[in-house]
């Protein structure tokens, strides 16, 4: 299993902090180019959340992140951030849409691929961005961001479940004491009031 390492600047508006300075913009490669060699200068960045901005990584992978997230597989990509001078990741776990607005994901709140790579970067002194995503595949949106639904009632069923989902993870993210936890950016088509 691969787990692909992708750079961002996390939130930094939100959180008042500056982004470090040349951080690779690689938003125009295709993921199979992207690797952690393309970070970007590590210099004043530092790993472990030190001074010099925030230097990030989303570190996602090729399924629901079930089994993947709280593997050896992610410990050994966390011990990788420090000599590149990350000091924030983001991970993002899933919730699938269907087309009626129903949402298939785990709601339980004491989820190992969620809580385990929190353990994991804190012991590591990086900072974490939960992200809660919508996956769109297998169903006939192109884009997270164009899930449309028909009628109201598609609408109704489609936010009692992402309600749910967002608040086991953000349960999650609390316990858990991530630093940041980000929803519902994906989200641009809705129903007008």
């Known amino acids: 299993m691969l787990i692909y390492l992708l750079p961002i600047l996390i939130a930094a508006s939100l959180l008042g902090e500056t982004p470090a300075k040349n951080t690779a913009d690689v938003s125009g490669q295709s993921a199979k180019n992207i690797s952690a060699s393309t970070a970007g200068d590590t210099s004043g960045g530092g790993g472990g959340g030190g001074g010099g901005g925030i230097r990030g990584m989303t570190i996602t992978c090729f399924g629901s992140g079930l089994g993947e997230w709280d593997s050896p597989q992610m410990n050994r990509t966390l011990d990788e951030m420090g000599p590149l001078g990350v000091n924030w990741i983001s991970f993002h776990p899933y919730a699938w849409v269907g087309r009626h607005g129903e949402l298939r994901f785990n709601s339980e709140t004491q989820q190992a691929s969620v809580m385990e790579p929190l353990r994991q970067a804190a012991k590591r002194g990086l900072k974490v961005m939960l992200k809660p995503h919508l996956g769109y595949w297998g169903s006939p949106f192109s884009w997270r961001g164009k899930i449309q639904f028909d009628t109201e009632l598609q609408w ?38």
Do not use: W
């Open 156 to 193: 109704q069923r489609f936010f009692t479940d992402y309600e749910k989902f967002i608040v086991a993870q953000a349960t999650m993210a609390q316990a858990g004491h991530a630093d940041l936890y980000l929803c519902g950016r994906g989200i641009q088509k809705n129903p007008s009031p």
